[in-house]
């Protein structure tokens, strides 16, 4: 039994030396001013929740990972667990946070009575014509040019020291249940993806994936859900139009189903676009899975690694 059971992602935390610099790239990958402050730049999303990304003026560097717990009551049972305090959250939306440490040493801010905010409008979604249906007629779909429809932050990937240590530490907290565990060879795990237990709710393939750090763990990406394909595509052209840094994509994943775009931002973070992921209850179990299932796509961009291979072969 876990000490609790978290019900989502909530944000991620950055440093960066210049925050103007970070907004321009921001607000092209699709994320919306939240607020701001000589040290301060917090970015939401088109969906309800306050805020998703937050840089802090400094070093550039990861800061902190966000989850939501379902109440105050939840985080007073977790706070008295680890010995640590339940605080005000002053950030928008306000609410508490139990601030942990994870066995790597990232800071893990988890959240509870948060105020959520109105979404942001959105465009209305073209009917689709497939070879089994044909519900637009007389009419075209036109996508202008601009930034990716941005709904909400879905996941974080990060590179741990010890895999089994770390994802037991996340396990015996948050409650999370693996989707599939990624194994080198039998019985040699090296990471999982990891989804939230609401029981018979459907939730997302991972919310987080734990992978075995080949040289320092730290932060590997951050994922956010767009609005559609023509979303990811969108943002793909924007940023590409712009001179932004690529990073692996357009693709449809194995693991999760999600069809996925990779950028950096200005100090080499990862971000990702993704639409249509799979959905699972916590009575669809647990699998396992190849290094092979993780790098490869069912169709789109190889993963730079693989492509290097091959073409060394």
């Known amino acids: 039994m876990s000490i609790i059971k978290i019900e989502d992602i909530s944000h991620v935390r950055f440093r960066a030396p210049d925050l103007s610099i970070m907004q321009d790239f921001l ?3 699709g994320l919306t001013v939240a607020a701001r402050d000589e040290t301060h730049l917090i970015m939401r999303a088109h969906g309800p929740a306050p805020f998703a990304h937050a840089t802090e003026k400094g070093e550039a560097g990861f800061v902190a990972l966000g989850l939501r717990a379902a109440s105050s009551h939840d985080l007073q049972i977790l706070a008295a667990s680890d010995g640590v305090a339940v605080e005000p959250f ?9 601030r942990l440490t994870d066995p790597d040493g990232r800071l893990v801010e988890v959240v509870a009575e948060q105020t959520m905010v109105d979404p942001l409008p959105v465009d209305e979604r073209p009917a689709v014509n497939t070879g089994l249906s044909h519900p637009r007629q007389s009419e075209t779909i036109r996508i202008a040019a601009g930034p990716a429809t941005v709904m909400r932050l879905g996941h974080v990937v990060l590179d ?12 015996q907290r948050f409650g999370f249940i693996t989707s599939d565990e990624i194994e080198m060879a039998p019985d040699q795990p090296m990471g999982a993806f990891l989804r939230c237990n609401l029981g018979d709710r459907p939730t997302d393939h991972h919310t987080l994936f734990l992978l075995q750090a080949h040289e320092n763990p730290g932060f590997n990406h951050a994922a956010f859900e767009v609005l559609d394909i023509n979303e990811v595509m969108r943002g793909h052209e924007y940023l590409k139009a ?9 693709g449809r994943h194995i693991l999760g189903s999600q069809i996925f775009d990779y950028w950096r931002d200005p100090w080499g973070h990862e971000l990702e676009h993704w639409t249509d992921g799979d959905l699972f209850t916590a009575a669809d179990g647990s699998n396992k899975a190849t290094l092979n299932d993780l790098l490869a796509v069912q169709w789109g961009m190889l993963h730079p690694v693989v492509a290097a291979m091959q073409e060394g072969e």
Do not use: C, L, N, T
């Not at 002053?90 to 139990?98: C, L, R």
């Not at 741990?160 to 396990?171: G, N, P, T």
């Not at 712009?242 to 357009?250: D, L, N, T």
């Open 27 to 29: 607000e092209a990958f």
């Open 242 to 250: 712009q001179g932004r840094e690529a990073s692996w994509g357009i």
């Open 160 to 171: 741990v020291s010890d895999f089994r240590m770390v994802e037991e530490w996340y396990k």
């Open 90 to 98: 002053d950030m928008p939306g306000g609410g508490q946070v139990v």
